[in-house]
């Protein structure tokens, strides 16, 4: 296993990213050297596509599943959001999920009470949790969730899927369409 501890002089967080790093691998029984990695330019952080202090990489991808596919690279303070909480560095949880192989998808099945499909692909979605592992949630249109969920993604139809912040589907996906979408 490869891991990156990226950083710039100067970081009031990335000790505590080091330490929680190390207090993961010591309760996963993971024997790992972690690779202290200074950044000290922006040319620099832009070569090592350095996404700001401190970036946690396992095996060369980001802790933070969003922050992989992100180019905005330089010099700066990092922030992580992970269950509705702003973090200066990786919360535990992140790192151990990534880490221990844990890490999963996130589906979120956005469904209103009045639709007479919406239920056919609550089953579904329930069917392949039993042999696939993945968060689950379901949010009714209707509800505070429901509606900043429409607006973000701009809903027009239900039930929609998303998967890890993105719309994955909209009706009800057969089930070998729903596998594909969970990897």
Known sequence: MKIELLYF???PT???????LN???KEEKIDAK???????SNEEAKELKF?????????????????????DFGMKCRIYFYEGEIFG??????????????????????????????PRAKKLWEE????????????????????????????????TTIIDDKVAFVGVPDKNEAIKLLK
């Not at 990335?14 to 929680?20: D, G, K, R, S, V």
């Not at 972690?34 to 950044?39: A, D, Q, R």
């Not at 060369?60 to 992989?68: I, M, P």
């Open 128 to 159: 392949l949790r039993v042999q696939h592992e993945f968060e689950y949630e379901e949010t009714d249109v209707n509800s505070e969730k429901g509606k900043e969920l429409v607006a973000k993604h701009s809903i027009m139809s239900v039930p």
């Open 89 to 118: 560095f990786p919360p535990k949880d992140m790192v151990r999920k990534v880490i221990g192989g844990k890490e999963m998808s996130k589906v979120t099945l956005v469904v209103a009470k009045w639709c007479p499909i919406c």
């Open 23 to 25: 207090e993961v691998l």
């Open 14 to 20: 990335y000790e505590i990213a080091l330490q929680i």
């Open 51 to 71: 996404l700001g202090s401190p970036t946690i990489r396992i095996n060369g991808n980001d802790v933070e599943r969003k922050a992989q596919k992100s180019k």
């Open 34 to 40: 972690i690779e202290m990695i200074k950044v000290k």
């Open 9 to 11: 002089n100067g970081c």
